[in-house]
C-alpha cells in the first residue's frame, strides 16, 4: 500500500501520520522526540527510524511503498539545519522517496492561517512567523536559552520559577503557594537541593524540569510571584511576535491581518493569554486572532498528499 508520511516533531513530542493520497489515515504515531540539538547524529537516526516503524506497524506498512516524507520539525534554524536534517532522512534505509523538511513553526503557521498572517507559538520554546500578501516571510525568536532565547515559553517560566526559589533562598521573596509547590514537586529543601538541580540542569540543559503548570496553580491562588512570571511571559512573547510584524509591516499592509496563536504555554495558561490578548488589543485591535482548528500534524499530512499528487502530475 502506498502512502505519505507527515511528521511534526516538537521539543516535546514526535507526532506521525501516515495517509494514502486520496487523504485516507492509515496510521498515527507519538513518539520520542528528536530533535538534532539533543541527540548526536546516530542517535538521531536511530530514533526518527524507531518512531517510523513504530508507526508502519500500526497498519502494516513498508518502508519502500512511502511516496512521501513532509516534516516539520524544531531545530531547522538555518539552510545548513535543514540540509543536515535532511540528510538524516534520507539516510534512513529502505525509504527511496522524496522528503522535504520545515521548521515546525512554518507547520503550524500554514495549519492555522495557510496565507498572509503572522503566528506566535509558546510551547516549549517561543517563536513567530509572518508571511505577506507579495510572499515575503520572516521569523523571529526561537534561539536557544543559552543566549537568553526561548523568552516567554514553558520552559523560560520554568527557569523564572526556579530562580524566584533562588531568591526565596537568599530571603529576598517570602514563602508562598509558589515556592512551596515547587519544593515539593522537586523534593528539594534549602540552596544545595537547588545548586542539584541547576547543575543537572547545565550539564543536561534540555532537561530543565516543567513547572508551568505549577506556577499556573499559583497564579490562580493569587500568588503575585506566579503571576509577575506569567506577566513577564506574555510580554515576552508578545515581542517576539511584534518583532515579525514590524519587519513585513503587517498592520500598516493590513490592520485587519491575521494573527494566530499556538502553543500550551500561550494558550492554555489564563493569566499568560489574558495579559497577551491586552496587549493584541491595543497595538493591533483590528487584527484577526485565530486559534488552532487542526493540529500541526493534520497540515503536514495535507502537504505531504499534495506534493506528492504533484509529482505524480509531473511524472
Keep these: 500500500m502506498k502512502y505519505v508520511i507527515g511528521i511534526d516533531s516538537g521539543g516535546t513530542n514526535y507526532r506521525l501520520r501516515a495517509a494514502s493520497l486520496d487523504g485516507t489515515i492509515l496510521g498515527s504515531y507519538v513518539g520520542r522526540p528528536a530533535s538534532i540539538y539533543s541527540l548526536e ?50 539516510s534512513l534505509p529502505g525509504f527511496d522517496c522524496p522528503v522535504r523538511i520545515l521548521n515546525d513553526v512554518q507547520l503550524a503557521h500554514y495549519a492555522v492561517i495557510g496565507g498572509p498572517g503572522v503566528l506566535i507559538i ?54 508562598s503557594p509558589l515556592i512551596s509547590k515547587v519544593e515539593e514537586t522537586l523534593e528539594i529543601q534549602g540552596r544545595d537541593g ?19 503548570q505549577l506556577v499556573d496553580e499559583a497564579a490562580l491562588e493569587g500568588d503575585d510571584i506566579a503571576i509577575m512570571i506569567l506577566t513577564k511571559a506574555a510580554e515576552e512573547s508578545f515581542a517576539v511576535m511584534k518583532d515579525a510584524v514590524d519587519a513585513l509591516q503587517l498592520d500598516k499592509k493590513d490592520p485587519c491581518f491575521k494573527l494566530g496563536l499556538w502553543g500550551s504555554n500561550l494558550l492554555k495558561s489564563p493569566v499568560l493569554k489574558k495579559r497577551f490578548l491586552e496587549l493584541t488589543q491595543a497595538h493591533y485591535p483590528s487584527a484577526k486572532v485565530l486559534y488552532p482548528a487542526r493540529e500541526s500534524i493534520d497540515g503536514a499530512v495535507e502537504l505531504a498528499i499534495n506534493e506528492a499528487r504533484q509529482l505524480q502530475v509531473q511524472e
Excluded at 508502519?56 to 539545519?81: H, N, Q
Excluded at 516571510?137 to 523564572?160: H, N, P, T, Y
Excluded at 537547588?194 to 508551568?212: D, E, F, H, I, Y
Design 41 to 90: 547524529n546516530d542517535e538521531l537516526i536511530e530514533r526518527i527510524g524507531a518512531n517510523i516503524d513504530a508507526l508502519l506497524e500500526t497498519f502494516g506498512g513498508r518502508r519502500e511503498d512511502a511516496l512521501y516524507i513532509l516534516c516539520g520539525t524544531t531545530g531547522a534554524d538555518s539552510d545548513e539545519d535543514v540540509e543536515q536534517i535532511h540528510r538524516v532522512y534520507s
Design 194 to 212: 537547588l545548586n542539584q538541580v541547576a547543575s543537572a540542569m547545565a550539564k543536561r540543559p534540555w532537561r530543565t524540569p516543567k513547572l508551568g
Design 122 to 175: 509558546s510551547g516549549t520554546g517561543t517563536i513567530a512567523y509572518a508571511v505577506d500578501a507579495e510572499g515575503n516571510e520572516v521569523r523571529s525568536g526561537g534561539w536557544l536559552f543559552s543566549i537568553l532565547g526561548d523568552e516567554g515559553s514553558g520552559a523560560w517560566v520554568s527557569r523564572m520559577a526556579l530562580r524566584q526559589l533562588g531568591r526565596f533562598y537568599d530571603g529576598i521573596l517570602p514563602r
